[in-house]
């Protein structure tokens, strides 16, 4: 069992930053590829960002390359997104995921967090 829990969301403008973050605990995080999805309003959970368990392979939606960047620091059994230059369209309830392989799809993602909501104002 993996127990996650997100923070950093918040409200900023359109251009600005935020830094969220998904602590863990349980099993050994190390083991896990970590992703993180978004849902807006009304939509399905969207794949943004995914890590190896050593940060080798990363890989993001198209969208928001060259914005968000995911870390790791397995010593902290932490996961980040940096998210610069955001934009309304961003606007969603973000959440954390752990799984055993490296994918997009949400289905393979054994545990998630609670989420944290991000707006972006315009």
């Known amino acids: 069992q993996v127990q996650l829990v997100e923070s950093g969301g918040g409200l900023v403008q359109a251009g600005g930053s935020l830094r969220l973050s998904c602590a863990a605990s349980g099993r050994t995080f190390s083991n896990y590829f970590m992703g993180w999805f978004r849902q807006a309003p009304g939509k399905d959970r969207e794949f943004v960002t995914a890590?190896?368990?050593?940060?080798?392979?990363?890989t993001y939606l198209d969208s928001v390359k060259g914005r968000f960047t995911i870390s790791r620091d397995n010593a902290k059994n932490t996961v980040f997104l940096q998210m610069n230059s955001l934009k309304p369209e961003d606007t969603a309830v973000y959440y954390c995921?752990?799984?055993?392989?490296?994918?997009?799809?949400?289905?393979?993602?054994?545990?998630w967090g609670q989420g944290t909501q991000v707006t972006v104002s315009s």
């Open positions: 995921g752990a799984a055993a392989i490296f994918t997009r799809a949400a289905s393979a993602y054994h545990y």
């Open positions: 890590i190896s368990p050593t940060s080798v392979i990363t």
